[in-house]
């Protein structure tokens, strides 16, 4: 059986002194190619390299001989991003998309689903792992924002994209997109209770942000709800009456 391997990075036969004893070597699973986290693992993406055993980590997965033994790697989710011929390490791969969201998160931070069209997701190019801006458009009666019955504002920025429907991998060809009717977005607590009422009261879209951009702009405060003017209390009257004394006039408060 043909075995797929990959020479080890930085490790090189003319490094081995030829007057000493071979160092002994064991066979580690490695990237075949560029892998994204999120990725279903296939055969012809993994590989064995050659590596020093005393350089080989317990996290490491050590070929053990067996028939078809990538074949055991098959349909896994790489939690990672790896290198090609980068080992890959026992706690990067999770046996299904159970839990593989929970593994991504944050610490402290939550995932949140919303419903979205290709129009809400610049036509399908949104894509897993991008940074988007989170938009709210709701009807309007009045205001300077108000165009058209409808106004729009920037509610949440440079949020995490975890998830277009099912799909947690980054296609690895640029012309593909990912139509999906739910995105998945990772964001703090507090944010996340604002996007969920945002939801209810319109129109979510997803601005996709540049790569290069992680800049925090100050979101421009809502136009102020105009309340009716307080009501001032009711004060009553000063009752006064001109009393007559010894010929000598007094007036006299009442209450």
């Not at 938009?135 to 920025?157: D, F, P, V």
Request: glycine residues 6%; proline residues 5%; aromatic residues 4%.
């Amino acid at each position: 059986m043909l075995v797929k391997t990959v020479a080890p990075a930085g490790i090189s036969s003319a490094s081995i002194d030829p007057d000493h004893a071979p160092v002994p070597i064991v066979q580690v699973l490695v990237a075949a190619t560029e892998l994204t986290e999120g990725t279903e693992t296939k055969p012809e993406l993994l590989a064995w390299a050659t590596w020093p055993k005393d350089a080989a980590s317990e996290s490491y997965h050590i070929r053990t001989g067996a028939d078809d033994e990538l074949e055991q790697f098959t349909g896994m989710i790489l939690r990672h991003n790896f290198a090609p011929g980068q080992p890959i390490l026992s706690g990067s791969l999770s046996n299904s998309r159970e839990g593989y969201l929970s593994a991504l998160l944050s610490a402290g931070m939550r995932a949140v689903a919303i419903e979205v069209s290709a129009a809400q997701t610049a036509g399908g190019f949104i894509l897993p792992n991008n940074r988007v801006d989170v938009l709210l458009t709701t009807n309007c009666t009045s205001g300077i924002a108000c165009k058209h019955a409808m106004k729009t504002e920037t509610i949440l920025q440079n949020v995490r994209v975890l998830a277009i429907d099912q799909s947690g991998s980054s296609p690895n060809s640029e012309s593909a997109v990912i139509i999906g009717k739910t995105a998945t977005l990772e964001m703090a607590p507090e944010d996340a209770e604002t996007i969920i009422a945002a939801e209810a009261s319109g129109s979510i879209s997803l601005l996709l942000r540049s790569v290069d951009d992680n800049e925090i702009k100050e979101l421009a405060q809502s136009e102020p709800i105009f309340a009716l003017p307080e009501a001032t209390a009711e004060v009553e009257p000063i009752r006064t009456v001109k009393v007559n004394r010894g010929g000598v006039s007094e007036v006299v408060v009442l209450n």
